[in-house]
Every structure is written in structure tokens, then in C-alpha cells.
């Protein structure tokens, strides 16, 4: 009798135990999907004030961006690793320089820059005074105007074709009347410099991002493109 009330004790005990564990497995994997979201922006050089951290040891790569857009105030999203050449179709384009009064000569290739958690930089960073007018590189839709934690207030521009994304972070504000869906021209002025998400309150400058769309042409999923080259290009 008493044998069987132990036993009859200890199978759910053990049923609970395992379950407990299992919670606990999920819970570590959502928290580790979450916090490495995102290798889109971040801040240029170390500064003082930095919020980096340096990636724990042991952290996971960068994960595939999720199936579901992010949510305002979240990371914003991941790419999937860059391409190793930039496309002759964007090259041949003649981009626009996305920042009023910058020269090309003064662009520097950040592309490759390490970032907290282990990211990549995956972008270029155009400093320029704050409220600079950031200008469209080329003609397109406005797709998203998206704030983030790290970007702050940003844009995602398709390209005409619909086969890539440009992205503009950082900003100080948005142009007047700019509108998700808005068609803009090549030149267009579509925001203003500034230090919106993690950008150090002294050093406004312009994250500019180019990826490329995936078949589901979501905003928030791509290959990342260095837009230093296609931007300054060897003549
Ligand atoms: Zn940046």
C-alpha cells in the first residue's frame, strides 16, 4: 500500500519536473531569437554613453528575419548575410547621394563595421548637420515608415523594379506629408539628418542601407548589398 501511494506520488512529480524543463528550454530560446534580432543599425564608432554590449560568449549567429514584420519600437529586422559583389544592375543606376551637400569623396565604407551582440554594420554611415535633407536616391514607393529602438525614425524605400530596398535611419524627422504607399522622385527630399534610435546625440549622420527583396518582397527581409561601392564608384 504505502509503495504504491510513493509511486503513485512520484509519477507526477516527475511528469511536472519534465515539463518545468521543457517551459524553460522555450522560454531561453525565445529570449536568445529576440534579443538577436536586427543587424540593420546601430551607432558609428565607439562613443561615450555607448549602450553596446559585447556579444555574450557562446551567442548564436544572426537568424533568418522572421516570417512576421516587426512591431513599432522593436529591433529592426535582420538580413540574411550581404552579397559578395554589388549587382551591375544597381551600379549601372547612378544612386542619387542620399545626404544634400555630402560628396561622394567623403563617404567612408563602414559596410563590414562590427556592432553589439555580435552584429555586422551592413550599412553606410553619411555624417552630415543634423536636419541636412536626406534626399531619395532614386525614384520609388515609400513601403514603410517604420521607428525602431535602434534606428529610430526610419524609411523603407522599394526601387522602381520592386527588386531592392533602400533604407534611411536615424532621422530627425520625416518630410511633411510623407505617407506610406507615396510615390517619390529621384532627389526628392523624403526626411532630415538626425540621431532618432541609438545614434550618439553628437554625431547626426544618415545610416543608409540597400538590400535586396526576397520573393515575398516584405520590407523587413533581405540580402544586404554594400552601398559603398554603388554609391562611390572606382571611375
Ligand atoms: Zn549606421
Known amino acids: 500500500m504505502a509503495g504504491e501511494k510513493?509511486?503513485?506520488?512520484?509519477?507526477?512529480?516527475?511528469?511536472?519536473?519534465?515539463?518545468?524543463l521543457g517551459a524553460a528550454t522555450v522560454l531561453l530560446v525565445v529570449w536568445l531569437y529576440?534579443?538577436?534580432?536586427?543587424?540593420?543599425?546601430?551607432?558609428?564608432?565607439?562613443?561615450?554613453?555607448s549602450t553596446a554590449v559585447p556579444a555574450a560568449p557562446g551567442a548564436?549567429?544572426?537568424?533568418?528575419?522572421?516570417?512576421?514584420?516587426?512591431?513599432?519600437?522593436?529591433?529592426?529586422?535582420?538580413l540574411s548575410p550581404p552579397a559578395a559583389v554589388p549587382p551591375a544592375d544597381l551600379t549601372g543606376r547612378d544612386l542619387l547621394l542620399p545626404v544634400q551637400g555630402v560628396r561622394r569623396e567623403d563617404l567612408r565604407d563602414t559596410f563590414t563595421e562590427a556592432r553589439s551582440q555580435g552584429r555586422v554594420h551592413e550599412a553606410i554611415d553619411i555624417m552630415a548637420p543634423r536636419n541636412s535633407p536626406v534626399l531619395a536616391v532614386e525614384g520609388g514607393r515609400i513601403v514603410k515608415?517604420?521607428?525602431s529602438d535602434r534606428g529610430g525614425l526610419t524609411i523603407y524605400q522599394f526601387d522602381p523594379t520592386g527588386t531592392y530596398c533602400y533604407y534611411y535611419a536615424h532621422l530627425e524627422s520625416y518630410a511633411p506629408g510623407l505617407t506610406e504607399g507615396m510615390q517619390v522622385a529621384r532627389g526628392q527630399v523624403i526626411g532630415y539628418v538626425g540621431t532618432s534610435g541609438n545614434a550618439p546625440p553628437n554625431s547626426?549622420?544618415?545610416?543608409?542601407a540597400i538590400f535586396r527583396l526576397n520573393a515575398q518582397k516584405n520590407w523587413w527581409q533581405g540580402q544586404a548589398i554594400n552601398p559603398y561601392p554603388i554609391l562611390r564608384p572606382e571611375r
Not at 6 to 19: D, E, I, M, N, Q
Not at 40 to 46: E, F, R
Not at 204 to 208: A, E, M, Y
Open 34 to 49: 529576440v534579443r538577436e534580432r536586427g543587424p540593420l543599425t546601430s551607432s558609428p564608432a565607439p562613443f561615450p554613453g
Open 60 to 78: 548564436p549567429p544572426a537568424i533568418p528575419s522572421p516570417a512576421t514584420p516587426p512591431q513599432p519600437g522593436m529591433s529592426p529586422p535582420a
Open 145 to 147: 515608415l517604420f521607428s
Open 6 to 20: 510513493r509511486g503513485g506520488w512520484k509519477v507526477p512529480l516527475a511528469g511536472f519536473a519534465g515539463f518545468a
Open 204 to 208: 547626426p549622420h544618415l545610416h543608409f
